[in-house]
């Protein structure tokens, strides 16, 4: 007597006769002719609705192509597809920017979905793990749609009911070696969807130089760099603080300086101060000119000169109390920018006890009530453990270098940084391609973003001084 058993279970039968082979004879329903034609017709008709709805130029072009030839021959048809194709051409001649917004990146995309993403689908499912078979059932998450841009192709995922964000961001490795890029994102669009992004190329791969100084002064997010995507890297120092983990020659000084170099304009115009805390004696020691005496290297000037920050807060906030609740910049209440190189010198390292404190204190209140009163801090350090730094969380903007360890990236990132793909750890330790490049997490964005400080060398910075200096004097 044979027991029917869905397909799945048939490898699961034991013979105990082991002589006898066990015989699986699969049920066989027979389905009318009409009825299948029936299902392929309607299937059929859907599908082409569906690609009538979603795309109706690119139907609309070869269609009317066709009717061309049908009713008027193919020398017609052939001279108007002629005169497309050179109007195409033609616009994306004069106009690139909306030729490609309109139609070169959908075209891409396209090819894109054709000869990548759908070809590749399953068996990179599959083979990442992300399909499920259930019952004798496969289940693969479904690709929705491919857009792209100039630097990545971006695909949105309806995952599996059941599947969480974490388990596609676990396994971006596998797809983008997979679709064969050198890395992925995974960010939620809205319940059950994903925006995977998959970079085509790296804007970030050779170092950037040194940006011009800017024509206006202004505390404003100054530009320091570029974006993964080829976009200016603005980082906003007025109204927030900021804190640079990485490991050493990573390039925090390039973020540190590059601050200085966008804020120089305002700095000349006495809009804005950076006082600056040097305790390695190297990094910042070089422009001190640019500090106007407010430069301390020994951790007992670095004590004073945080303590007197400290007072400049306060005396603001007596003064703003129930008149302004944010700070706008003047000539007589400048924006504050303190800078700190390699702050666990003045905190964790710093064996007299008595001074720790007192940093430590200083550097806490500064962070805590500065922003609104126009104090804000800049602090770069190597090491992001809670021991070293114990005011790490007080830091709103937080940009993570190159690091050692991949639990480094939360401590400095925040919680879930890392599985969002802020793979700081994956930074190479090779200065061309790896100094200064870093994922930023910024208070507005819990996604981390990839991006390069531009390097300023030694010459620039001389120039920087000297141009500061010149006009200083002029002024
Ligand atoms: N933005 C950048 N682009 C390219 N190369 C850079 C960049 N920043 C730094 N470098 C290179 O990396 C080297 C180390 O940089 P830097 O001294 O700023 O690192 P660091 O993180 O401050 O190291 P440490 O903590 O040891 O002082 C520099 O000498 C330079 O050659």
Not at 85 to 95: E, I, N, Q, S, Y
Not at 125 to 152: E, I, K, N
Request: include cysteine; proline fraction near 6%; hydrophobic fraction near 45%.
């Amino acid at each position: 007597m044979f027991k029917r058993l869905p397909g799945d279970e048939a490898r699961n039968l034991v013979s105990t006769t082991p002589d006898t082979a066990v015989v699986f004879r699969p049920a066989v329903l027979k389905t009318p002719a009409l009825v299948t034609l029936l299902v392929y017709g309607w299937r059929f008709l859907a599908a082409l609705v569906r690609t009538i709805w979603k795309h109706p130029v690119a139907v609309a072009v070869p269609a009317a192509l066709a009717a061309l030839w049908a009713w008027h021959g193919w020398p017609l048809a052939l001279s108007v597809l002629g005169f497309v194709v050179m109007a195409l051409l033609g616009w994306a001649f004069t106009d690139r920017s909306s030729f490609a917004r309109l139609i070169g990146w959908r075209l891409l995309a396209w090819w894109r979905l054709v000869s990548v993403y759908r070809r590749h689908w399953q068996p990179v499912m599959d083979v990442s793990g992300l399909a499920r078979r259930v019952h004798g059932r496969d289940y693969l998450p479904r690709l929705v749609r491919v857009q792209c841009d100039g630097w990545a192709d971006r695909i949105t995922v309806r995952m599996l009911k059941g599947q969480a964000v974490k388990d596609w961001a676990d396994r971006t490795d596998n797809l983008a070696h997979g679709f064969g890029t050198t890395s992925c994102r995974v960010a939620l669009v809205k319940g059950g969807r994903l925006l995977l992004t998959f970079p085509r190329s790296d804007p970030l791969a050779s170092p950037i130089p040194a940006l011009p100084i800017p024509n206006e002064p202004t505390v404003g997010p100054v530009e320091i760099g570029k974006q993964e995507d080829g976009q200016p890297l603005r980082l906003k120092v007025h109204g927030t603080h900021v804190l640079i983990a990485g490991a050493t020659g990573a390039g925090k000084g390039s973020f540190l300086w590059n601050t200085i170099r966008g804020l120089l304009p305002a700095m000349r115009a006495g809009l804005a101060e950076v006082w600056a805390l040097d305790p390695k004696l190297m990094e910042l020691s070089y422009g001190r000119e640019l500090f106007k005496g407010r430069y301390a290297a020994d951790p007992a000037a670095c004590a004073d000169l945080l303590d007197e920050a400290v007072t400049v807060m306060h005396k603001r906030a007596a003064r703003f109390a129930g008149l302004q609740r944010s700070h706008v910049p003047t000539i007589e209440d400048p924006f504050v920018l303190v800078l700190v190189d390699e702050v666990a010198f003045l905190t964790a390292y710093q064996p007299d006890k008595q001074l720790r404190h007192r940093i430590s204190a200083a550097l806490a209140t500064l962070a805590t009530q500065g922003r609104s009163v126009g104090v804000g801090v800049m602090a770069a350090l190597q090491d992001p453990r809670k021991e070293v730094m114990n005011i790490r969380n007080l830091f709103p903007d937080k940009i993570a270098l190159r690091l050692d360890e991949s639990e480094q990236v939360d401590m400095v990132l925040g919680d879930g940084a890392r599985d969002r793909g802020g793979l700081a750890d994956h930074i190479s330790p090779v200065p061309e391609l790896g100094a200064g490049v870093a994922y930023m997490r910024l208070e507005t964005s819990p996604d981390p973003i990839r991006v390069r400080a531009a390097y300023v060398s030694d010459t620039d910075i001389r120039h920087m001084v000297s141009l500061f200096t010149e006009r200083g004097e002029a002024a």
